[in-house]
Structure formats: structure tokens, C-alpha cells
């Protein structure tokens, strides 16, 4: 019997991976194909401005749901886990409507700092992406819970394919012109990934809601997981901020067109990374959990997990560490050489980021928020170490470089924290 409940959760366990990384894969092909294309029709400086507004909403997003999100995965029953998707949800709303007013008022100020005068109104079109960007990870960790990993897995594919057809539209026929275009279109993406995920769950929205809605549950959950916006949430915005940081600040610092170097980079290796990772992560997070409640301990699903993303990241990571500048330039053209320099150097970092991204979540589920928050924070005070040694010496490629030594260090020590952590320590 113990042999049959073994290979079952074996064979569950590979099911939903090949599911979600079968998705994540379709769903990156259609980026990466029309990258080239879109690479030609908008310049180094659409994508700078591009990646100051996308790294800007990624923060909001993290703000705006307090990181309540991830608490879906631990109640017992089900319409408490719906209770937190309520949460989730209403704070998401409140903080963008609060962030929309601020971009409405100081979007002036905000466009003369970075440099993007002609640029004002892009602020004011940050609190609607950062709000669907916070629904889509509210819907992720729901369906997560689910196990409806096919939902997921279609998501992103349909999130995919509508914004990087709209940006392709916006190029080819200029309208909207410049930077419109690319922010025009992963406005339109998110959005319709945020309500596929809704839409496909409505049945469940109609079941629990009447039950998890009472006041009295929303409280009791509000205070119960009460830890991830006290102490998750600022660990996950340093992270996210030091992530997003030179996207921000590469503009003032360095200029557009190094912006947009870099952020052609990103786009390359860093959201089909993510993209990927999150489907280790997505099967990794629920066997774990289980796995770690039942019997203290998940590392036998770490390892595994560990070797399956090491034998994946192995050879894309060997071809961009010996060949990136020249494949950069044949692909994308001659003016975007420096970029495919930019990738070898950031390499060594994306390979340990790929293989730490869904091992950590061990430290949440063996509740260590406080090492995860200091490890944050020294990630945070790297990123601005190395900004300010690059700005001072005026080097967009020397900065890159830091990044990624220092980063590629980080890593590996959270990989390592992640492994002890994975094994209940016996109370004597």
C-alpha cells in the first residue's frame, strides 16, 4: 500500500511539472520568437523607458497585496484559503487606488527625475498594471492550491501571446508610437491573464465566497498569517527592489540607451527564467509543503527538484557564457552587441537565481522570515553598492558585472540555507 501511495505521488508529482513546464515553455517560445522583430522595431531607449515602467509596477505589485498571497497555500480548508483571496484582493485595490492619485500628482516631478520628460503620462499608467499584476499572483497561488496547474499553465500562454501580439501590432503600425507600444501591450496581457484566471475560477468564487467572506472569517485569517505582511513583505520588496532597481535607475544613471541595453538582456534571459522556474516552483511548493508537514522534512523533493533544474539550466548557460555577444548581434542586429555582453557577464547569476528560485520557498514554509529578511536586505545593500561604484566611475558594464558576482554569491548561500532548512530540527 505505502508502494502504491509512493508511486502515485511520484507520478503526480511528474504530471503537474511536465504540465506546467510544457506551458511555460509555449508560453516563452512566443517572447522569444518575436523578440528579433520587436527588437527592430522599437529602439534601445523605448525599451529603457519600458523597463523603468515595467520594473516600477513589479514593486507596486508586491505592495499591493501585502503578501497575503502566498498564505493561500497554508489553511487547512478551503474557504479559509478564500478568505485570504479576499484580502489579497481588496488591499490590491485600495493600494492601487492610492498609487493612482500619487502617479496623478507628481508624475511631473517623477518624469524630470528619471529624464523621460516627453514620458509624464506613464506614470499615471502605473497603478493599472501593477493591480492586474497583483491579481495574477493572487489567481496563481489559488489555482496553485487547486492543483489546477493546467489553468496556470494556459494563463501564460494566453497572457504571452496577447501582449507580445500588441506590442508587435504597436510597432508595425506605430500606434501607439515609441515606448506606448511595449507598455501598451503588457498592460493589455496582464489584464487578460488576471481575468482568465477569475473567469476560469468562478465556480469556485461562487462556492466559498458567501463562507469566506463573513467578517469574522476575514479577520481570523487577517490575523492568523498576519506574519506575511509584517515580516514577509518587507523581505520580498528588498528583494524586489533590488531586482528592479537597475531597471529604474539605469536611465538617470547611465542613460536610455544603456537602459535599453540592458533591458533587451532581461527580456532575453531574465522572464523566460522566471517563466520556467515558476514551474518547478509551482509543484515543488505543494509537494514540500506536504511533505515537510506530514513527516518534518522535504529534502528528498529538494534534491530532486534540484537536480531536475540543474540538468535543465546546464546547456542554454554554457552556450550563453562562450557565445552571447556574437549571438546577440546575429539575431537581434549589430546595435545590440553590447546587450549579448551584458548576458555573458550576467550568466553565472540568472544559472544560481534559476536554481535558488524554487528552493527557497523552503525557508516560508519552515517559517525562517527572519534569515530570508536579512538575506534581503544584504542583496538590497549590494545592488546599491554596486550602482554607486558604477555611476562614480561612469561603467554600465562594470555594474553589470558586480551585479552578478555579488549575486551569483548570495544565491548559492541561500541554496545552501534553503537545504538545512529543509529538515525539522528535533526540540531537546
Not at 303 to 317: D, E, N, R, S, Y
Amino acid at each position: 500500500m505505502r508502494n502504491r501511495l509512493a508511486s502515485a505521488t511520484r507520478s503526480s508529482f511528474v504530471r503537474n511539472l511536465v504540465t506546467l513546464f510544457s506551458g511555460s515553455v509555449i508560453a516563452q517560445i512566443i517572447p522569444l520568437a518575436a523578440a528579433p522583430l520587436l527588437a527592430r522595431l522599437f529602439t534601445p531607449q523605448d525599451f529603457g523607458i519600458y523597463e523603468l515602467f515595467a520594473g516600477a509596477a513589479a514593486i507596486l505589485a508586491v505592495v499591493a497585496t501585502a503578501r497575503y498571497e502566498l498564505a493561500i497555500m497554508l489553511p487547512d480548508e478551503d474557504h479559509d484559503a478564500f478568505s485570504l483571496v479576499i484580502i489579497a484582493t481588496t488591499i490590491a485595490g485600495a493600494v492601487s487606488l492610492l498609487a493612482a492619485l500619487g502617479g496623478y500628482m507628481f508624475h511631473d516631478r517623477l518624469s524630470t527625475f528619471f529624464g523621460i520628460g516627453e514620458g509624464a503620462r506613464f506614470f499615471t499608467l502605473l497603478p493599472l498594471l501593477g493591480f492586474w499584476l497583483a491579481l495574477v499572483q493572487i489567481g496563481h497561488y489559488w489555482f496553485t492550491r487547486r492543483s489546477r496547474f493546467a489553468g496556470i499553465a494556459s494563463r501564460r500562454v494566453v497572457q504571452n501571446g496577447i501582449t507580445t501580439g500588441s506590442q508587435i501590432a504597436a510597432g508595425v503600425n506605430h500606434f501607439p508610437s515609441g515606448a506606448w507600444g511595449l507598455i501598451g501591450g503588457v498592460i493589455a496581457g496582464t489584464a487578460t491573464g488576471a481575468l482568465w484566471f477569475f473567469a476560469v475560477a468562478r465556480c469556485d468564487a461562487a462556492h466559498y465566497a458567501r463562507s469566506a467572506s463573513h467578517w469574522q472569517n476575514i479577520r481570523r485569517s487577517a490575523l492568523r498569517y498576519r506574519e506575511f505582511p509584517l515580516k514577509n513583505l518587507p523581505a520580498h520588496l528588498l528583494n524586489i527592489v533590488a531586482n528592479q532597481l537597475p531597471s529604474i535607475l539605469f536611465i538617470p544613471l547611465f542613460g536610455p540607451i544603456a537602459a535599453g541595453l540592458y533591458a533587451l538582456t532581461r527580456r532575453v534571459l531574465a522572464t523566460p527564467l522566471s517563466f520556467l522556474a515558476d514551474a518547478f516552483t509551482d509543484v515543488f511548493r505543494q509537494r514540500a509543503s506536504e511533505d515537510y508537514h506530514r513527516t518534518g522534512s522535504c529534502r528528498r523533493i529538494f534534491i530532486k527538484t534540484l537536480a531536475a533544474t540543474m540538468l535543465f539550466a546546464a546547456p542554454p548557460f554554457l552556450v550563453l557564457l562562450l557565445f552571447a555577444p556574437p549571438l546577440f548581434a546575429f539575431v537581434f542586429g549589430e546595435p545590440w552587441r553590447e546587450a549579448g555582453r551584458y548576458a555573458q557577464l550576467l550568466t553565472p547569476m540568472y544559472a544560481l537565481r534559476f536554481l535558488a528560485s524554487p528552493l527557497g520557498f523552503v525557508l516560508i514554509i519552515a517559517e525562517r522570515q527572519n534569515f530570508y529578511l536579512g538575506w534581503q536586505a544584504i542583496l538590497l545593500c549590494a545592488t546599491v553598492g554596486a550602482l554607486c561604484i558604477g555611476w562614480t566611475l561612469q561603467n554600465a558594464t562594470l555594474t553589470i558585472g558586480l551585479f552578478s558576482g555579488t549575486y551569483t554569491l548570495l544565491y548559492g548561500w541561500l541554496l545552501i540555507a534553503a537545504y538545512r532548512a529543509a529538515e525539522k530540527k528535533e526540540v531537546r
